[in-house]
């Protein structure tokens, strides 16, 4: 099968790009066309580092019909691309946030039920098998009913390797719209789809490096979500860990019931020390490898003409609780995401 990487934008292209290379039932083809000029990081450079096939354009890549693509441009511009696949015929795996706005998002998933192809959002975390077991865990009935949930998403600040991460007009926003959607995915899936009936943000600029014009992101928050049920979620996302930290990024969540409290650690360590030859916290991973989970379901469904998830849709109501908290910065007052019913 034909795959298509678009865009080296995003920090997981290149980890998908590997994934997908040493399958060998895949034939893959890369584009990067908006590199910066001379960018060690991006464009030909980047597919020649990584021994993969390479095209000067997107038009040249939608010429060769892939069957799927990944989509992995700068958040604002995934719906163009989104849309030139759909109309190649290609199934698609879009990075996320889905869009930067919603009127994007809806866009997208629209010319794709028009072509008739998948749209999937790019969620690896709620491919974990620690997560599946939570999730049983709350269908056999073992918490009770759920209370509240909390949620924690930290990482180094992205924009160390992506500079356009910390650009509004590219990025939607800072440590909220980058890791927000992962907690809200897992809460989508635990509370089938239930979206907030309220969502209340504060927010800093405190880790923001000084030393830029750009208009300063956020790079760290904190969301309490509200259900009609009487849940109260929170989601902690920051771009906190300092350049030393044994890790990029980690992701917790917290379920409080009223019979049992389950937690899940997507990234737990196998092993934590210290490294003297580095001088540097040592830490092993013992976690699945997520993307490479989510990428087999992907590729799936792109074989088999079913349906991916998590979906386009799955991707818009997460981006709705993002963008009701950014509403929420603005006015200092909780916000109704849209499309609450």
């Known amino acids: ?27 893959l083809v890369t584009t990067d066309p908006d590199a910066p000029p001379g960018d060690p990081t991006r464009g030909k450079a980047l597919a020649d580092q990584l021994a993969v096939t390479y095209r000067a354009g997107y038009e040249e890549v939608f010429a060769e019909r892939p069957q799927a693509v990944i989509v992995t441009s700068e958040n604002a511009r995934h719906w163009q691309l989104v849309e030139q696949a759909a109309a190649a015929g290609a199934h698609i795996l879009c990075e996320k946030p889905l869009a930067t706005t919603q009127e994007d998002a809806r866009a997208m998933i629209d010319a794709c039920e028009q072509a008739g192809v998948s749209l999937m959002t790019a969620y690896p975390v709620r491919f974990h098998p620690a997560f599946t077991a939570l999730r049983h865990t709350l269908a056999d009935g073992t918490l009770g009913s759920l209370l509240s949930i909390h949620g924690t998403n930290n990482s180094s600040p992205p924009s160390l390797e992506r500079p356009w991460f910390a650009d509004p007009a590219l990025a939607g926003g800072g440590a909220i719209m980058d890791h927000t959607v992962h907690i809200a995915d897992l809460l989508d899936v635990l509370l089938d789809g239930e979206q907030p009936t309220q969502v209340y ?95 087999d379901s992907f590729l799936t469904a792109a074989r088999t003409g079913q349906r991916a998830h998590p979906d386009g849709h799955t991707g818009l109501r997460t981006l709705q609780t993002a963008l009701a908290a950014y509403e929420s910065l603005h006015t200092g007052q909780p916000a109704t995401p849209s499309g609450t019913a």
């Not at 990487?5 to 290379?21: D, G, K, M, W």
């Open 1 to 27: 099968m034909k795959v298509a990487v678009l865009s080296f934008a995003h920090v997981h292209a290149a980890t998908y790009i590997e994934l997908l290379r040493d399958r060998t039932d895949i034939e």
């Open 201 to 295: 943000a504060v927010a800093n600029t405190h880790l923001t490096p000084d030393d830029t014009d750009e208009p300063a992101v956020e790079s760290a928050g904190l969301l309490t979500l509200t259900y009609a049920r009487g849940l109260v979620a929170t989601i902690d996302c920051s771009w906190s860990h300092p350049a030393s930290h044994p890790t990029w990024g980690g992701l917790t969540l917290t379920c409080v019931g009223e019979r049992a409290l389950a937690e899940f650690d997507a990234f737990p360590p196998l092993l934590n020390g210290y490294d003297t030859t580095q001088a540097t916290p040592r830490w092993e991973p013992a976690a699945t490898d997520l993307n490479a989970a989510m990428l």
